[in-house]
């Protein structure tokens, strides 16, 4: 009797609660404005090299689609599965053992200096993708019960930190600095909504900058780099060619662009319009205007999500909803730095518009995570 009564009330809370309507409307605006600059930054390199100018937009669609299934099944799954041991164990472990993998030569593919994909049945798949959501689902599940210890510095906020610090160093290998340091900005983010001391926080961002700094610093190629973002048209022949010709392609966009595909950089003056540096393609086709579109809708996306986790009927539920809030969000916001030159170039994508398949699967499968959230909200 009692079970049935607990069956009744989880239906009941369920039909008054749907999902949020808000987020996924957000979500297929960012895919549809995403879809257009893909096909406007590959279509001439695809008729050159295939004769198909959508291949890209294809493949794209083929992600969407399967991260569409995976949304929804996330959606139905009651969040709570995922704060289960057994299920964030496989997630570390299948992460870490990913992430190894791609830094062993003769495994991981080898791409333009670095080695960050393996090569699964004809399908390239970056696991650092799937060791993002792995930290966050960690982090939301321990900090859930070990949230009083977070106000503690040694016993409390560094042995939460074992775990991304692991996945930092093994991404760094690849290198990958960029994804390595989203993943411990969002940690701390998350040890904030969490309840963390500002001062603590603060240190360890010092800290990180400090390594951050060494760390690039260090490597010839990457301290030319870290330099260039502030003239890059001085260095236009070495690492600044790339920064400068993205700023040359959201200048001449003006204020509302040349006009879908009408842009000039993708004719081989700009490197891999279609993934880094794709929100170059918007400024140069939409404009100033198109810009403020898309970082609107991002903003309109962060806020969203962390509505839903104010609003999350516990705390495990805010901290897993705020934490994959602020996985894409910061993604987003460092790869539109990066473009715009506010910050040092890094290879980090911009979610939702970069081509790869298996980045915008698991991203849309985050988001189904949150709109279960949604469900309990009052």
């Known amino acids: 009797m009692e079970r ?35 096909f406007s930054a590959t279509f001439y390199k695809a008729v050159c090299t295939t004769g198909d100018s959508l291949l890209e937009v294809k493949k794209q669609l083929i ?50 200096g670095s080695r960050r994909w393996l090569n699964i049945a004809g399908m390239s798949f970056q696991p650092s ?77 010092a800290g990180g900058l400090v390594v ?11 301290r030319e780099r870290l330099l260039s973002f502030r003239d890059p048209f001085a260095q236009m022949g070495d690492e600044g060619y790339q920064l400068a010709q993205s700023l040359i392609a959201i200048g001449s966009g003006g204020l509302f662009g040349r006009g879908l595909g009408q842009g000039r950089q993708k004719y081989a003056y700009l490197p891999y319009p279609e993934s880094d540096f794709i929100f170059a393609i918007v400024g140069e086709d939409f404009g100033l205007f198109g810009c403020c579109v898309v970082i609107l809708l991002f903003l309109a996306f962060a806020f969203a999500g962390m509505r839903i986790a104010l609003n999350a009927p516990d705390r495990y539920g805010c901290l897993l909803a705020a934490g994959l809030t602020a996985l894409i969000s910061v993604q987003a916001f460092i790869n539109i730095g990066v473009v ?18 298996t980045s915008v699967s698991l991203l849309m499968a985050a988001v189904g995570i949150i709109l279960n959230v949604s469900r309990g909200t009052n």
Request: charged share 10%.
């Open 212 to 222: 951050g700094f060494i760390y690039a610093w260090i490597e010839p190629y990457r």
């Open 63 to 112: 992600g969407i689609g399967l991260g569409a299934v995976l949304m929804y099944i996330t959606s139905r799954i009651p969040y709570h599965f995922w704060q289960q041991p057994k299920v964030v164990i496989l997630g570390l472990f299948a992460s870490f053992v990913l992430l190894v993998l791609v830094v062993i030569p003769g495994i991981g593919v080898y791409l333009n």
């Open 4 to 38: 049935e009564m607990v069956y009744r009330t989880a239906r009941d809370l369920k039909r008054k609660n749907p999902v949020d309507a808000t987020l996924p409307v957000i979500v297929v605006l960012l895919l549809q404005c995403g879809l257009l600059t893909l």
């Open 340 to 357: 715009v030159g506010v910050m040092p170039t890094t290879g980090l994508p911009l979610p939702f518009f970069s081509a790869g398949g």
């Open 129 to 205: 993708e799937l060791a993002k959501i792995a930290s966050v689902l960690y982090l939301a599940s321990t900090l859930s019960y070990r949230w009083k210890q977070v106000e503690k510095f040694w016993t409390g906020i560094v042995p939460l930190l074992i775990v991304p610090a692991l996945m930092f160093l093994i991404i760094l290998q690849q290198p990958n600095l960029s994804t390595a340091g989203s993943i411990m900005i969002v940690a701390v983010l998350m040890m904030l909504v969490a309840g963390a001391k500002w001062r603590h926080l603060g240190l360890m961002g």
